[in-house]
């Protein structure tokens, strides 16, 4: 770089020190006035000579710029070049996060939580969970000396439940039953049994169909959950009710469930019975169904939005005819067993020879009202059944009613629903959580046909009658753990008559029967 | 008592029959999320006032290979609003959400739009970029999305082969070098449009960004046309990006009059217009006269005519060890 300004520096010189001699010998100029043409020549060679060099000069020069121009722009143009490799590097990375968060997203999810724990697939296509119930519950009676042994801590319920989803529309069911589950616990088998077991096609939300064992679509209070029911035990009206059974069910909710509807065929069941041997090998089939509306679910008047109100029903044939060598699971004991009080002891019963012969229908308006803390459940039940007294070969059509209502308020505030109560600070004592109150009361009352005796029953052990008020408090402790206390009081019409065994015995007095449960739901 | 059962069954009818809420779910590609943000305001307050039932419709975007994948994998779409028809027609043949012949069932071969893909380069566009031989030239870095998950950068990729073919007289060899010159030149691919926009506006990255015309527009508003100016090339490709009601879908949630109502309103006044002030050329003559201000001329090709329609288009240059496999080297 030095050389090249000393040359720079050399060069004006000579160019300067021969422009300058025409003005340096100006003497000889004029005294050339005889100059020759060779000498203007020569002069004019000279000028074109100094004209070369000059634009040499500037050619150098402008070279010189441009390198010293080129030499400043070469750091810059690589600092460029290396900040867009930054810039590329970065926005790689930044690529690769993306990248990365999308390839999670398709990772199965676990999900632990209030509502179980449930694994999923990422797109959600397959879902597996598992959900539990544990009821832990204590009954006493005031009238002990009537039955013995029936006051007691039992576990009322104890089940795992696996459901979940297969190819995003096939949902499942699984809930095998541990504890003391049977209506009619208190001598019911402890043995484990299946209680769901089923899978369910849906091809929308308003048309699906269900295959397998489940709840008949027929009662309310029976559809309800056990761990959301406001009392321990479902009142009389379930007596008259099928319990769980084995069919196959088409059903859905339209318009986001303000249409609800539900049509199936079952083996068919008793009144206030499932079917326990999970087969039922038997000609005659029962079709069940249900519709229920909530017409303000959708609407904007929130105090209406839980009003809901229905119909469910049955039809059905029971015979005890039944194809040679294949076990006889109708008639008898088996589908007019008899009918529960709240505590659970059989408070009616058929006679032994009673049998189940003809038509039994179901019918079933029910309706509930939630609104704030208020919730109110209500359910009327008619059940008209053919029966027959094979000794004497009577038969009869007896039609039972039953019919309840139960309300609740939850103390605390929080919001009172058909799918239970979530506290609004559940319990930590320590940071000043109790949890959510609730009170609750029930009347619910059973009558049996007049004509049921005596040709069928014996009024002397069965109550023709019975009614039932109950009044309690919930304790919601979280969304998983619940403390009910309750206490219920049957009084009958009939029956009463000498024994120590149910239903004579019960019927002796009013049965009067405390209850408390600590129940695990999740 | 009768009366008064009577009128609280109307009651019940009347209040239950209205206030309804209606959910759709639409998939879309990266770009078109400003359009259906205004589009689903306007058909909302259009279905409303024709049904009293309201509607609300959900949007997702992405890439439109990556959102077809999405539906196929089971994203409960009522309807798609994709960059090309090939990945309709993948949703139909691989899940078969939707009959073959899907794109019969609205005007212009279903789709109420059209588009193009232009260059959006720095502002005073410091490396003279006027045509599709300048983004091949050394030392021109361009940014344009990875074809392989976007339909814009297929589309931008078959607009650059397509000007080769012109260029060359349809010699498929120098098209293909001209193609791999032009991906050489390419220092990052993202999954989708929006993505390269941001990496060519917000990272600064890039000479020059191959965009849908819609989206340069965009950024022009987004980013400051102080910062960005839009060179439309001589010749470009038309893109039709369609539209469809994923007919399974929707039955399954009881929304395929809406969702079939929803794609119609697109070929409205209202709807070309919406298109329109969203930098989409409408297909009504009318209105695309009226915002004739927006859309540079320019010679437009199709794929039918250049490439003899999408599923040979993608077969030769978008799957698997196709064309762009072979001439794609990643820098990085």
């Keep these: 770089m030095k050389m090249k300004s000393k040359d720079m520096k050399l060069n004006r010189l000579i160019i300067l020190a021969i422009a300058g001699l025409p003005y340096a010998f100006p003497l000889y100029a004029d005294d050339g006035a005889a100059t020759s043409s060779s000498e203007a020549a020569e002069i004019q060679a000279l000028k074109q000579e100094i004209q070369a060099l000059d634009q040499k000069v500037q050619a150098l020069e402008q070279q010189h710029n441009a390198e010293q121009q080129a030499a400043a722009n070469a750091p810059n143009e690589q600092v460029q070049a290396l900040d867009q490799k930054v810039r590329v590097l970065e926005r790689l990375r930044e690529n690769d996060q993306d990248a990365a968060a999308t390839v999670a997203k398709a990772q199965p999810k676990i999900s632990l939580g209030a509502s179980g724990f449930s694994f999923s697939s990422a797109d959600s296509n397959f879902v597996a969970t598992l959900h539990g119930l544990v009821q832990v519950d204590t009954r006493t009676f005031r009238h002990n000396d009537n039955v013995q042994g029936n006051d007691g801590i039992l576990l009322r319920r104890a089940r795992p439940i696996f459901s979940g989803t297969v190819y995003h529309d096939f949902d499942f069911q699984f809930t095998p039953e541990f504890g003391n589950g049977t209506p009619g616990a208190a001598s019911a088998a402890t043995a484990p049994s299946i209680y769901d077991a089923y899978v369910n096609y849906r091809y929308s ?150 049998m189940a012969s003809g038509t039994h229908w179901r019918l079933s308006p029910q309706g509930y009202y939630y ?152 | 008592m009768k009366t008064f059962l009577k009128i609280l069954l109307a009651s019940t009818l009347a209040i239950s029959a209205s206030a309804k809420e209606i959910k759709l779910l639409n998939v879309s590609y990266d770009p078109t999320r400003e359009l259906y943000q205004d589009y689903n305001a306007a058909f909302a307050k259009y279905w409303k006032t024709k049904t009293g039932d309201d509607v609300v419709v959900n949007q997702s975007h992405g890439g439109s290979g990556k959102q077809a994948q999405s539906v196929i994998n089971g994203l409960e779409a009522d309807v798609v609003t994709l960059a090309l028809a090939y990945d309709i027609d993948a949703i139909s043949q691989q899940a078969k959400l939707l009959p073959a012949d899907w794109q019969k069932r609205l005007p212009n071969n279903s789709t109420p739009y059209t588009s193009t893909i232009v260059f959006l380069v720095r502002k005073g566009n410091p490396k003279n970029i006027k045509d599709w031989d300048d983004v091949v030239k050394p030392g021109v870095s361009v940014v344009v999305p990875n074809p392989k998950t976007s339909g814009g950068a297929r589309w931008a990729y078959l607009a650059a082969y397509a000007y080769a073919l012109e260029t060359y007289g349809h010699d498929d060899a120098k098209a293909k070098d001209f193609i791999t010159k032009l991906y050489k030149n390419v220092p990052i691919l993202d999954s989708g449009a929006r993505g390269s926009t941001i990496t060519f506006a917000q990272r600064g990255i890039g000479d020059v960004l191959l965009a849908w015309e819609n989206e340069a527009h965009l950024a022009l508003k987004e980013f400051g046309a102080d910062n960005f100016e839009i060179v439309t090339p001589p010749l470009s490709i038309l893109a039709e990006p369609p539209v469809a009601v994923v007919d399974k879908n929707a039955k399954r949630h009881g929304t395929t009059e809406v969702a079939a109502a929803y794609l119609y309103y697109l070929y409205s006044d209202e709807g070309q217009e919406i298109a329109a002030k969203n930098f989409y050329r409408p297909r009504n003559e009318a209105i695309a006269a009226k915002y004739a201000a927006n859309f540079t001329q320019l010679k437009l090709v199709t794929v039918d005519q250049e490439f003899g329609g999408w599923a040979k288009a993608q077969q030769i240059h978008f799957a698997d060890g196709g064309v762009f496999d072979r001439i794609f080297q990643p820098q990085n």
């Design chain 1, 205 to 354: 939300p308003a048309l699906q169909f269900q295959a397998g064992k489940f709840k008949p679509p027929v009662g309310l209070e029976y559809l309800q959950s056990d761990s959301y029911m406001f009392f321990n035990e479902r009142s009389l009206a379930t007596d008259l009710i099928p319990g769980r059974d084995l069919g196959f069910e088409l059903h859905g909710d339209i318009d986001g469930g303000v249409v609800s509807y539900a049509a199936g065929v079952f083996n068919g069941v008793g009144d206030g019975q499932r079917n326990t041997s999970n087969t039922a090998f038997e000609d005659n089939r029962e079709f069940d169904g249900r519709l229920f509306v909530q017409p303000f679910k959708t609407s904007k008047t929130v105090a209406l939005q839980n009003l809901g109100i229905g119909v469910g029903g049955s039809w059905g044939n029971s015979s005890i005819t039944n194809t040679l060598g294949l076990p006889n699971s109708t008639g008898g004991s088996s589908t007019s067993s008899g009918f529960y009080t709240d505590g659970q002891q059989q408070f009616f019963a058929y006679n032994p020879t009673t």
């Design chain 1, 371 to 522: 609104y704030g803390p208020f919730g109110l459940l209500g359910e009327y039940v008619i059940s008209d059944q053919g029966v027959k007294n094979s000794a004497t070969l009577m038969t009869a059509n007896l039609r039972n009613s039953a019919w309840e209502i139960s309300g609740g308020w939850v103390l605390t505030g929080e919001d009172a629903t058909f799918g239970g109560v979530t506290p609004r600070h559940p319990f930590d004592p320590r940071n000043g959580g109790w949890g959510a109150l609730q009170v609750v009361g029930r009347f619910a009352e059973l009558d049996v046909d007049k004509a049921a005796f005596p040709a069928f029953a014996n009024l002397a052990f069965s109550a023709s009658e019975a009614q039932a008020w109950s009044a309690g408090l919930n304790w919601y402790l979280n969304k998983n753990i619940r403390v009910n206390a309750s206490f219920s009081r049957t009084t009958f019409t009939g029956g009463g008559g000498a024994g120590a065994t149910a239903p004579a015995a019960v019927t002796q007095h009013p049965e009067d029967v405390f209850f408390t449960r600590v129940q695990l739901s999740f």
